[in-house]
């Protein structure tokens, strides 16, 4: 993404927003109706169990189209959606946008937690546990701009898969699709780990061979920095790759030309994500957030461009090392 936001993808943010807000983590009003009956794969986490989770997270930390998060002690990865063509993170990890069928948004969420689960929709969410080869959904009465909606937690392992789905109609197409893909996914990931014994290094020529199918893109051959405008002044786009060689997480800080900090500590935080790491040196991994220039000094003037230092850091158990930095005319954030 490079340039201003275009007003679809505008859209697509708002509408993201109001969802996001109002479908997950608010008791449901709304009346319900049971789906079909639904079918989930005994094997839908493959070979991964609580025991396996540092080799599943090292995965998920590797492919572009999972990004690893964590909030209040829950890890958990969001599986990114294409928007556009293009797979792209999103703050809260919704993806909508409208359909010719209907007057809905079709709006999704994927999100695959360890420990427990992340979110409970309380009266909307159906719970299931592996083995559960056959699950009535329960699917919530369109409202508003919101459609057909539903929330599924499948246990499973010590493993724990969300799919949010609201969509002009009440079939859950895309619930039924993600089951199945994640299975897939899983399955084949945990069977390669398994016979090539790699959990320290996820990338290699074997291993692309067989798992190109799930990842989105194709692989970084070089470090990078780019920070691009979002959609108003003082919110910005990173995008970033590189490889920290261990185990751990991501963040940005921000300074203005005199080196004053303008990045606040819940700043830095809502900017950490977990990233890939191998020991090849031929390896680059990606990370990407949206951030927002907004806790500056009263000596950065509103509405007039200044320079910025932007810094990408990595923190692997406590240890901290700046990974990138580039300059970048910015402007505060405004309400």
């Known amino acids: 993404m490079s340039g201003k936001m275009q007003p679809?993808?505008?859209?697509?943010?708002?509408?993201?927003?109001?969802?996001?807000?109002?479908?997950?983590?608010?008791?449901?009003?709304?009346?319900?109706?049971?789906?079909?009956?639904?079918?989930?794969?005994?094997?839908?986490?493959?070979?991964?169990?609580?025991?396996?989770?540092?080799?599943l997270l090292q995965y998920l930390c590797c492919n572009p189209r999972w990004e690893v998060r964590e909030e209040d002690g829950i890890r958990f990865a969001i599986r990114q959606e294409s928007l556009a063509g293009k797979f792209e993170t999103t703050r809260d990890g919704f993806y909508s946008e409208m359909t010719s069928s209907g007057n809905y948004a079709t709006t999704t969420q994927v999100i695959l937690s360890f420990e427990r689960p992340l979110q409970d929709a309380e009266s909307m969410t159906t719970k299931a546990k592996l083995p559960a080869t056959c699950k009535r959904l329960l699917i919530a009465e369109p409202d508003g701009i919101t459609g057909y909606s539903s929330h599924l937690v499948v246990e499973g392992n010590g493993l724990f898969l969300q799919i949010f789905e609201s969509s002009p109609e009440a079939r859950r197409q895309f619930t039924i699709l993600a089951l199945e893909e994640i299975a897939r996914e899983l399955t084949t990931v945990g069977t390669y780990i398994e016979k090539f014994s790699v959990p320290t290094s996820i990338h290699t020529v074997q291993n692309k061979q067989v798992l190109d199918a799930f990842?989105?893109?194709?692989?970084?051959?070089?470090?990078?920095?780019?920070?691009?405008?979002?959609?108003?002044?003082?919110?910005?786009?990173?995008?970033?790759?590189?490889?920290?060689?261990?185990?751990?997480?991501?963040?940005?800080?921000?300074?203005?030309?005199?080196?004053?900090?303008?990045?606040?500590?819940?700043?830095?935080?809502?900017?950490?994500?977990?990233?890939?790491?191998?020991?090849?040196?031929?390896?680059?991994?990606?990370?990407?957030?949206?951030?927002?220039?907004?806790?500056?000094?009263?000596?950065?003037?509103?509405?007039?461009?200044?320079?910025?230092?932007?810094?990408?850091?990595?923190?692997?158990?406590?240890?901290?090392?700046?990974?990138?930095?580039?300059?970048?005319?910015?402007?505060?954030?405004?309400r």
């Open 8 to 55: 679809k993808a505008l859209f697509t943010l708002l509408l993201v927003t109001f969802l996001s807000a109002s479908c997950i983590g608010q008791r449901n009003t709304r009346l319900l109706r049971e789906s079909a009956p639904l079918n989930i794969p005994d094997e839908l986490f493959g070979s991964f169990d609580a025991g396996k989770s540092e080799e």
């Open 215 to 334: 990842y989105p893109k194709a692989a970084s051959t070089r470090k990078s920095l780019e920070v691009t405008d979002g959609f108003q002044s003082g919110i910005y786009f990173l995008s970033s790759s590189f490889n920290p060689r261990r185990p751990g997480f991501a963040f940005v800080r921000v300074f203005d030309d005199s080196g004053n900090r303008l990045s606040s500590d819940s700043f830095e935080l809502a900017s950490k994500r977990f990233v890939g790491w191998s020991d090849s040196d031929s390896d680059y991994f990606e990370y990407a957030v949206e951030f927002m220039v907004g806790f500056s000094p009263n000596t950065v003037p509103r509405n007039k461009p200044f320079t910025a230092r932007i810094e990408v850091w990595h923190n692997s158990n406590g240890s901290e090392k700046m990974a990138l930095t580039t300059t970048q005319t910015v402007e505060r954030w405004q």
